[in-house]
Structures are given as C-alpha cells and as structure tokens.
C-alpha cells in the first residue's frame, strides 16, 4: 500500500478483513458458496474505509487493487477454475488491501498452494 495507514485504520483492516474471511471460509466450506449477502457489503464498506482513511488517494491504490485482484480471479474463472463467488471475494478483499498487499495475497497465496501440493505429491 502506498497510502499511510494510522493504528486506528489497521486496526478496522485487520478486523474487517479478519471476519469477512472466516465468515467466507465458513460458507464457502460448509455450502461451497461464498454469498453475495457477504460480498456486496464488504465491497461497500472497502470503499467507505478507503474514503473515510485513506482519501482520494486510497480510493485510487483499493481501485487498482480491485482491478488486479477481481480481473485475474475472474480470468481464472473464465477458463474454469474456480467459482464466481471467488472472484467476488477477492474482489472484495482487494478494494480493502490495495494494489501491493493485493499482489503480494496473490502470490503467497499460489506458493502456499504449490508448496501444500508438493507436500501431498512427496
């Protein structure tokens, strides 16, 4: 992120973020589903936190990160992998995050997955 973050706005970040995910993984676990009833609002409420925070500025960095994070999730749906509720979670996730922290989710979250694959294939 390229914007400053203050205690108080990591703090409603790491929270937010905290339960929308678990609360995802939940759902999405329990009824292979991630619910627009969970997506929308968080969407919403990134785009309030970005403005309230960060400005312009962090509306500008959680927009790209929207971009990066909805557009190759989506490309990824597109040729069959994965579900449209994926897409809308990260799109979600990616408008809190920003552009870097949305990138680097993004590529720890494929090393973790080649590394859990490997572990299982050896």
Request: hydrophobic content about 60%; aromatic content about 18%; overall charge neutral.
């Amino acid at each position: 992120m390229d914007f400053q973050l203050t205690q108080l706005s990591l703090y409603v970040m790491a929270i937010s973020v905290g339960i929308f995910t678990v609360i995802a993984a939940i759902t999405d676990f329990k009824a292979r589903k991630i619910y627009n009833v969970l997506t929308v609002p968080f969407f919403v409420l990134g785009i309030i936190y970005q403005a309230v925070f960060n400005g312009w500025e962090g509306l500008m960095w959680g927009g790209l990160g929207f971009l990066t994070g909805f557009g190759i999730f989506f490309l990824i749906f597109a040729v069959g992998s994965g579900a449209a509720g994926d897409v809308k979670m990260m799109g979600a996730l990616s408008i809190w995050l920003g552009f870097k922290a949305t990138l680097a989710v993004m590529i720890l979250g494929t090393l973790f997955v080649l590394l859990g694959s490997f572990l299982i294939l050896f």
